[in-house]
């Protein structure tokens, strides 16, 4: 194994949160299915589907590297919202953790010289850095919406074929 032992123990708790935040993901998309909102929906799902790219990302990176990644069982997952707003609010109280995961991570990464590791997860620190400015630009559209989620629906109906028309440019 190249990568450090505490580093492994990190990255598979890392690994429960990522699969964690996929299944939370499909919860909140849930609510939002449920309250006609299929574009908010969507967002969800396809976030659900992120959340569970980065757990894999790990488990690839740990296979190559000699490491055993272990594939956790899920917390308990929240399914009820009482708005919009605040399932929104959850996801990005919910980024902000993983961010300061990714960060804790990056620093052990550092203290045990782990340069491969350390290497791997930069890539996590920026998508991180647009995770949060997504969430929090999305729970500011939606206070700015005051009630209105049609407005928020467009917005991010917009976004995603911006989105989409990015990533067939790349």
Do not use: C
């Not at 949160?17 to 998309?29: D, H, L, M, N, R």
């Not at 299929?38 to 740990?62: G, N, W």
């Not at 009820?80 to 959850?90: H, I, L, Y």
């Not at 993983?98 to 620190?125: C, K, M, P, R, Y």
């Amino acid at each position: 194994m190249i990568i450090n032992e505490k580093v492994v123990e990190a990255m598979n708790a890392q690994i429960r949160s990522e699969f964690g935040a996929s299944a939370q993901y499909v919860a909140i998309a849930v609510y939002f299915d449920e309250e006609g909102l299929p574009d908010l929906a969507a967002y969800f799902y396809r976030q659900s589907e992120e959340e569970r790219m980065h757990a894999m990302k790990f488990v690839h990176f740990m296979l190559e590297t000699g490491a055993k990644p272990i594939i956790p069982g899920l917390p308990e997952m929240r399914n009820e919202f009482s708005s919009a707003a605040e399932a929104v609010q959850f996801a990005l109280d919910q980024e902000m953790r993983v961010t300061d995961e990714i960060n804790n991570l990056v620093s052990l990464a550092v203290q045990e010289g782990d340069h491969a590791s350390n290497q791997f997860l930069q890539w996590f620190v920026t998508e991180q850095v647009e995770e949060v400015d997504s969430m929090s630009t999305l729970l500011q559209t939606i206070k700015h919406a005051a009630g209105n989620l049609l407005f928020v629906e467009d917005y991010v109906r917009r976004n995603a074929q911006i989105m989409d028309v990015s990533a067939a440019e790349e």
